[in-house]
C-alpha cells in the first residue's frame, strides 16, 4: 500500500491526478529510489523497477500494525474502525451470555478484558493525549463518550442489570477502571514502556525539548507532551536520575546460567547448616547473603559475608525511593554486589582463593529471574550478574551457587543482611553508600505503579464526589476489587440478582412503580410497606418459612449481622440471599431459570 501524508498547517496540497509520472531514474537496486527533488502531489504513483516494472497507486488510507493511516495522520479512520470492530466483538459476547444464562459473570469480564478492550485501545497512545491539544476538546470529549458508552454496553451483559443502572456503580460492581482513567492510564504506561526500551528506538523529542519554531508546524506529539509539558506524570528525569534500557536478552541462549536452588524451607535450612559446617572445614567457600528492602518510602540492598563467626563485611547500596526502584530490584542488587565482593576478595591477594562461592538470597523472585533471565523492569541488574558471573568463572575458575533460604527464621547471615539493607533504604543517595556517585536508574516498573496508584486515587475521589449511584455508595465506601468475591461462586442468573439487589433497581414493586410500570409501589403482604428488597428478604411476612430456612444457612455459613447491607455484602451469604429471592417467584424475568442451580455452583462450603 502507498499513501502520501501532507501536513494541514502548510496548506492544501495538489491533487491534480494528470500530472505525468516522472521517470525513474537508473539505479542498481530493485527498491524505488527517492527523487533529488520529491514534489509532486498526494495521488503520484509510484513505479517499483524490475523486468515487469510495477506501478503502485496511492491510497487514502493504509493500515501499517494495526494502526489505520490516512493522509494528515488525524486517526479518524483508526478511531472509527477499532470501534466498530470492539462494538461487533461485544454483540459476539451476546451469544455466549444474557441476564439469565449463559457464561458467568466473572468469565464474562475476564473475556471483556482480554478480547474488548485491547481492540477498542489498540494504537491509543499515537492520538489520545489531551495535554498535546491535537484534537478539539470537544472532539475529544466525543471520542472519549463513544468510548464510556461502549464500556456501559458491556458492564451491562456483564453484570446482568437493568439499563438504568449508573455508569459509576457499574464500574466499581465489576472492578472495572472507568474508560477516561484507563484511556490515561494506558498513554502514560505506553510512554514509560517507549522511554525505557532500546535508546535507538526512543524518540529524539522524548530525550531532548524541541524548540517552539520546530513545534510550529507539527505541534506536540502525545509522548513529547507526557514527557515535556508539565502534568501529573514526571517522566522528565533529574540530573541524578537516568532511565534504565531494557534489551531483547540477557544472555545468549548457549550460555550457562548460574546454579540455583529452591528448597522447601526446612531442606533448605538443613542445606544451609551442612553447607556452613563444610566451609568451615575446608576453607575454599564464600559463603555471602544478600537481602533488599523497602523502609520509610525507600529502597537499599546489602550484601553480607561473615568470617570466622563474628567478623562481618558488609556492602549496602541505596536504590532511591520507592518512586525510582523496587524491592525486587534490590534483591538482584543484593545478589550483583555478592558476586563484586566475591571478585574483590579474590583479588586481595589473600592465601586461600575461594574456589566456590555461595549465595543465599531469601527471594524466590529474584532466583527465578537469574535461573531465567528474560525482559522484567531491573534487567540491568540481571546484566551485571552475568558479567560478574564470567569474570569469576574464566579469571577465577570458581563455582558460583544461588540458593534460597527462608526469611525470619533466625539465621545470623540473613538478619545482617536484612538489617544492613534496610540501613542502606534509610541512607540518602548522597551518603556513604556504595555507589552514590552513580546516577539513580529509575526503573519502569516503579514507575508505572506510581501511575497505577494515582489513576486509583483519582477513581477513588471520582467515587467520593459521585451522586448518582447513592446505593451502591452506601454499600461500597471506595473502589475495591474484594467486591469481586461477591460474585465468585455464582451463576449467571443469581449473579444478575444480587447486582439488582445492591443498586435497587430490580423488577419488584418499588421500582416498578418509580419507572411508571405500575399504578402503587405497596407490596401486596398487607403490612403497608413499599416492596423494596430489604423488605422482601427481611420484612414480608409472605416468605416466612423461606426467610427462616435462609436464616440457618446464613448462622451456618458463619455470617455476622442480619441487617441489610450486611447480608447483601458479604461473600458467604451472597449464594443464599441470591437463592431466596429467586424461589419468591416475585422477578418475572428469572422465571424460567434453574432454581436449584446453585446447589451444584463450585464453591459450596456447606
Known sequence: ELIHFNNPKLGVAPTTANIPLPPSPPSEYDVWAVPDDPCGHDQMPVEMPGSEPVIIQPSEQAKYLGIWLDKQLSFK???????????GSLEALRGISGSTWGASLMSMRKLYQAVIVPQALWGISAWYCPAARKIPAWEMARLVNEL???QKRAAVLISGAFKSIATAALDIELFLLPMKLRLQQTVEECAIRILTGPQWACPRSAKMARKPVERRNGGWTPLEALVWKKGPLKLKLDCAEKWEEKVAFVLPPWERRISCFIEPSEAALA????TIQQRTQ???TSSIYTDGSGFEGHIGAAAVNIHDGDTVISDRRHLGTESQSTVYAAELSGIEMALDRAIRDNK???????REVILFSDSQAAIQAVMNPQRPSGQYVLKSIYDHVRTLRSRHSASITLRWIPAHVGVPGNEAADGNAKCAALACAGGATDGADKPIIRLAAAAKR??????????????????????TKRLVEWPNKKVLRLYECLSKPRSSIMIQMRSMRIALRHFLYKINEIDSDKCPCGEGSSQTPKHVLLECQTFGNLRRRLFDQLHKAGVK????????????????????????GLLAQFQHADQEESDDESGDHE
Open 77 to 87: 479512520v483508526h478511531r472509527k474502525k477499532l470501534l466498530a470492530k470492539a462494538a
Open 148 to 150: 464510556v458508552k461502549l
Open 561 to 584: 449481622g442480619l441487617d441489610y447491607d450486611t447480608i447483601v455484602s458479604d461473600p458467604l451469604a451472597t449464594r443464599y440471599v441470591a437463592k431466596f429471592m429467586h424461589q419468591t
Open 348 to 354: 586481595d591477594g589473600t592465601p586461600t582463593k575461594a
Open 450 to 471: 506510581m501511575v497505577r496508584e494515582r489513576i486509583q486515587d483519582r477513581w477513588r475521589k471520582q467515587w467520593e464526589s459521585e451522586r448518582t449511584a447513592q446505593p
Open 282 to 284: 575446608e576453607g575454599e
Open 271 to 274: 542445606t544451609h547448616d551442612s
